[in-house]
């Protein structure tokens, strides 16, 4: 899936310093635009994903969204949000 750049995008998290990337077997890490807000009073991240075509098929056929955080396991929670003006 591809980081949609949302219009409340607020930071750019980059990929992590001396990340080697996928040709030392390490997994593709993407720059991630997102909205820095707060929920409940805790601090939180919201980034916005678009399946390709591709995924879309595969979603429709059943397949699943497979969530990756690198480091600890935060608490998370995965939506579907309505498309937005302009999209």
């Known amino acids: 899936m591809e980081n949609f750049k949302h219009p409340r995008a607020t930071v750019l998290f980059g990929v992590p310093p001396g990340w080697l990337g996928p040709q030392f077997g390490q997994p593709e890490v993407q720059p991630m635009h ?35 955080v690198l480091g600890a396991q935060p608490p998370v929670r995965v939506e579907v949000e309505n498309k937005i003006e302009g999209d």
């Open 34 to 68: 997102a909205e820095a807000t707060r929920e409940h009073g805790h601090p939180v991240a919201i980034s916005y994903w678009k399946p390709s075509f591709l995924e879309l098929v595969q979603l429709n056929a059943g397949g699943t969204v497979k969530l990756v």
